[in-house]
């Protein structure tokens, strides 16, 4: 069993920043991929990017540039760095791992952008 716990989310104003966090605990192999994804009201839920256990990312067109997906294998930790925040950011953001056909989600965490 895997368990994915995120922190960091909260209000901030357009512009700013904030960095997500998702700690992973459980039998987490090597070999998987990771993900941040977010949803919000009303809308789908959706990939804002990903990294394999080599660290290769890729990332949604409208985060490129302004957000870092990052982990720390040894630490079994995966981030999400974001700047230059937008309203259309706000959403609730989940911590995603796949490995062997499996899935696993965090409980989502609340990220606001306002003024």
């Known amino acids: 069993q895997v368990q994915l716990v995120e922190s960091g989310g909260g209000l901030v104003q357009p512009g700013g920043s904030l960095r997500l966090s998702c700690a992973a605990s459980g039998s987490i192999f090597s070999g998987n991929l990771m993900g941040w994804y977010r949803q919000a009201p009303g809308k789908e839920r959706e990939l804002v990017a990903a990294?394999?256990?080599?660290?290769?990312?890729g990332y949604r067109d409208s985060v490129k540039g302004r957000f870092t997906i990052s982990r720390n294998n040894a630490r079994n930790t995966l981030y999400l760095q974001m700047n230059s925040l937008k309203p259309e950011d706000t959403a609730v953001y989940y911590c995603?791992?796949?490995?062997?056909?499996?899935?696993?989600w965090g409980q989502g965490t609340q990220v606001t952008v306002s003024s």
């Open positions: 995603n791992i796949r490995m062997f056909g499996y899935e696993y």
């Open positions: 990294i394999t256990n080599s660290s290769s990312t």
